[in-house]
């Protein structure tokens, strides 16, 4: 399928609205608002991300909206579309906080876990749930989710994420895929994934993995946009420069767009 993508920068002046535009990018941050459509031979596709901070991500797809690890206090997600979609990954605070999921609307809203997860969730929560394991999958609302690994390399029980334990996902409507890695390193199943459009790529240390481990699955798996996220380690935040550096030298087909996941940092 061919895209042609045409980009909308809508600015707000400080006497309408708190939020400035800061760079000319095809997403939407916390401090800029863009409408991002794909005009196709047939139809008209709306795409539009949103960082919220770390892990926590908002897309609004064709008219669905979805939310990915929402965490943090639920005033970040004011004045955002509410979830139609919720996908969670794994237990870790910064990736599931109930007290922001009972903050939120999700009066309407279908939540995907992993097992792991929903033994922990609320019952109020029971019946929202769609509860995928590894390689499995799911169609809501028009947006398949699948399952896919993550987990920590080296021995088992120094892992701090074990394999089965999460998801990564792989979320794919009208032939495009995005991927969310979640917590993971540079597994064979990463590096194995096949027609990625927008990946989201963590990378961390002690928790994750490297950025020259991030940059060379990337280079195998060869998404067409990839967005580095979840960079802020034991020691402050991940060189995603060097990242960057080294996806570009290995390959002028995958464009590295970088967004500003901590807003609220020091």
Known sequence: MKYLCTLFLIACTMSSCKETA???????????VEEITTTTDSEVEEFEIIPIEHASTILNWDG??????PVGKPELYKGYKKPDLIVITHLHGDHLNVKTLEGLDTSTARIVVPQ???EK???????????????????????TTNAVPMYNL?????????KGWGNGYVLEKDGKR???????????????LQDIDIAFVCMNLPYTMTVESAASAVLDFKPTQVYPFHYRGSDGLSDVATFKSIVNK????????????????D
């Open 250 to 265: 290995g390959s002028d087909a995958i464009e590295v767009v970088q967004l500003d996941w901590y807003p609220n940092r």
């Open 154 to 162: 080296g021995p088992v029980e120094e892992r701090r994420h074990k």
């Open 22 to 32: 800061k760079e000319t990018v095809t997403v939407t941050t916390v401090e800029e």
């Open 64 to 69: 669905r909206t979805v939310y990915v690890d």
């Open 178 to 192: 995005v991927y969310f890695s979640g917590d993971t390193e540079d597994i064979p199943e990463m590096r194995n």
């Open 116 to 118: 792991s997860v929903a």
């Open 121 to 143: 969730m609320p019952e109020a929560f029971s019946s929202k749930l769609e509860i995928l394991n590894n390689g499995e999958k799911i169609e809501t609302l028009g947006i």
